[in-house]
């Protein structure tokens, strides 16, 4: 029963990171076919999102305000929007705007990475032979992606790289950020007012209301997955499962997210990548289950 009961769960968390990668197609293609701008774009998503995961908190009676009411707990909850949640969506969608939603995924995976370093510093520690082993074929693989084994020419973007880099700073700030928070507060409320949190600056950057042109029926279908499915349920998905999965195979789930972006890119968005590119794809995907590894002795 219990095997049954985590392979549901891991089941609802792989849906989620895989909407995660369909919304990051869905974007590349709005952004081909039409004006909107990743800023408009985050905006519609941190604010309609946000708002749904309140009024779903407040239907679920979770203590949406308790975490106001302790100003240091507060403060980090407003970095946490402002870093965590709209620069890390922002710069995502930067990536995809300047490059392609495989791309932007790809370097996206090297969160882990970003991880392991600050922890490490933090806790002035040196890290396990196999994270150093893993970040370094994680370089390895970046290297590969966007230069192809040519170190003259960048086969991606330069602020594609750029972009797509800062998206895993930032994303890095998404995990560290609220991990004092989910000690006391539920991870559906940091993440709730993290979006709208987040929502409101991306407001204040470019409104919601502020519509671009050339978005079609079939655009607004699209937006309407990346924010109801893509951002609202997706994040419930994975996020309720992260009470019980280990966060070993929580993590190897998460590279559902970069596969489902680069198959999809292959199928939809035509792209095309040389064998040293793909290659560089599957190293940083193999650092990153590297790094998720855990010996068994230590594993609960």
Request: glycine share 8%; proline share 5%; charged share 10%.
């Amino acid at each position: 029963m219990k095997k049954s009961t985590n392979g549901g769960v891991a089941l609802r968390a792989a849906i989620g990171t895989t909407m995660w990668g369909v919304g990051g197609i869905l974007s590349n293609i709005i952004f081909n076919t039409s004006h909107a701008t990743p800023a408009w774009l985050v905006s519609m998503r941190l604010t309609w999102a946000g708002l749904a995961m309140l009024a779903y908190g407040l239907i679920t009676h979770q203590p949406l305000l308790r975490v106001w009411r302790n100003r240091a707990d507060a403060l980090r909850l407003i970095a946490f929007g402002i870093v965590g949640v709209a620069m890390a969506q922002f710069s995502y969608l930067l990536a995809i705007f300047y490059g392609n939603a495989a791309i932007a995924t790809i370097m996206l995976s090297l969160v882990p990475a970003m991880i392991t370093v600050v922890v490490c510093v933090s806790d002035r520690m040196w890290p396990r032979p196999i994270d150093t082993i893993a970040i370094t074929i994680a370089l390895i693989g970046v290297f590969f992606l966007v230069t192809d084994g040519n170190v003259t020419q960048l086969h991606v973007a330069p602020l594609a790289v750029l972009w797509g880099l800062v998206a895993a700073v930032t994303g890095a700030a998404y995990t560290l950020l609220p991990r004092p928070l989910l000690q006391h507060e539920p991870p559906l409320v940091i993440v709730a007012w993290g979006l709208v949190i987040g929502g409101f600056l991306m407001n204040w950057i470019t409104p919601v209301w502020r519509v671009p042109t050339g978005l079609h029926a079939w655009s607004w279908l699209f937006i309407a997955f990346i924010i109801f499915g893509a951002t609202f349920l997706a994040y419930i998905l994975y996020v309720s499962s992260l009470k019980t999965l280990r966060p070993a195979i929580a993590s190897m789930i998460g590279n559902l997210e970069p596969l489902t972006a680069t198959i999809l890119s292959i199928i939809f968005l035509a792209l095309g990548f040389h064998f040293l590119q793909f290659a560089g794809i599957v190293l940083v995907l193999a650092a990153v289950c590297m790094m998720s590894w855990v010996p068994k002795k230590q594993r609960v």
